[in-house]
């Protein structure tokens, strides 16, 4: 005998039914995005391990076919401190580094530094470009690369340094770059004394910059002002660098001092880890 249904359990069989079905469409969606998340995920691991294996590749070929070496010269010593007391007497005794730069130039005509810096892998060839962006996502072989390259704002000067030299590079998780920047936030790094210093080899000097400021800040601009409109504008700023200083040292620093900042990303990229040193003592590059 054929059964007959009510209206009411007509469509209330039929929106059970609908119910049934958005909730597979849900399902299946969600399923399809998760499928999509991973392999998004699968393709970045992958690309940011075909770019550390290019940058393990370049930077091989740069230790390999670069002369570094040290000069125990004592060279011309910058804006001396009247304290013999001073620790910048104890850091104008280092050595210089200094950079045969004939193979570099060959692979990268951009090139117009080198950057040591003491106990981490902080060991490069410095690029420039005509802009801030080029070699964010460029390697030394000026091929595209997400690694970037250690680079130098394109205001700066290589031939006469300006009041600020900048120089930026991505905080690599392999520790490449500026990776290993962030060892200078550690105790164990700040108490060497060895470790304050920056080294940097141009084609036409060898210079050594003692570091008197280390902090993290959020994005900004004023940190990276590379000349400033009198003495005035540059010891505020001066002022201001050493005020956010966290490290346990204690540097004089005035408005005749050239100075060189370091830059990079930190946290989540929503801050920066910054270095700032003073040049206490250059020498003509010999090698070139």
């Known amino acids: 005998m054929k059964k007959y249904i009510s209206i009411d359990e007509y469509y209330k069989n039929g929106m059970n039914f609908k119910k049934h ?20 995920s699968l ?8 770019d550390n294996y290019k940058i393990k590749k370049i930077n091989k070929d740069i230790k390999d076919n670069t002369i570094l070496s040290n000069n125990n010269d004592l060279g011309e010593l910058i804006n001396p401190p009247k304290d013999k007391n001073s620790n910048y007497y104890y850091y104008v005794k280092m050595p210089f580094y200094q950079v045969d730069f004939s193979n570099l130039l060959t692979k990268n005509n951009d090139t117009v530094a080198f950057i040591h810096i003491n106990n981490t892998l902080v060991n490069y060839p410095v690029v420039k470009a005509s ?21 130098m704002d394109y205001r700066n000067s290589i031939d006469e340094l300006s009041d600020n030299t900048v120089i930026y590079g991505h ?11 962030k060892n200078i936030l550690l105790p164990s790094w700040q108490n060497n004394k060895d470790n304050y210093v920056i080294f940097l080899s141009t084609l036409k000097e060898n210079y050594l910059f003692q570091i ?14 590379t000349n400033f409109n009198g003495v005035n504008e540059k010891q505020k700023w001066i002022d201001t660098m050493k005020e956010r200083n966290t490290a346990s040292i204690n540097t004089e620093v005035n408005i005749n001092d ?31």
């Not at 393709?43 to 075909?50: A, D, M, Q, R, S």
């Not at 008197?212 to 002002?225: A, H, L, P, Q, R």
């Open 21 to 40: 079905k958005n909730k597979q469409l849900v399902r299946n969606i969600s399923i399809l995005v998760c499928i999509s998340i991973l392999f998004i």
């Open 43 to 50: 393709y970045t691991i992958f690309n940011w391990g075909i």
């Open 131 to 151: 802009d801030n962006n080029y070699y964010l996502k460029h390697s030394f072989d000026k091929k595209q690369n997400k690694a970037g390259w250690i680079f």
């Open 171 to 181: 905080r690599r998780l392999d520790g490449t770059m500026f990776g290993t920047l």
């Open 212 to 225: 008197f400021s280390i902090y993290t800040i959020k994005i900004e601009d004023y940190y990276i002002t």
């Open 258 to 288: 050239k100075i060189l900042t370091l830059s990079t990303c930190y946290g989540n990229s929503s801050k920066r880890l910054v270095v700032h040193a003073k040049l206490i003592k250059k020498q003509k590059n010999t090698n070139m």
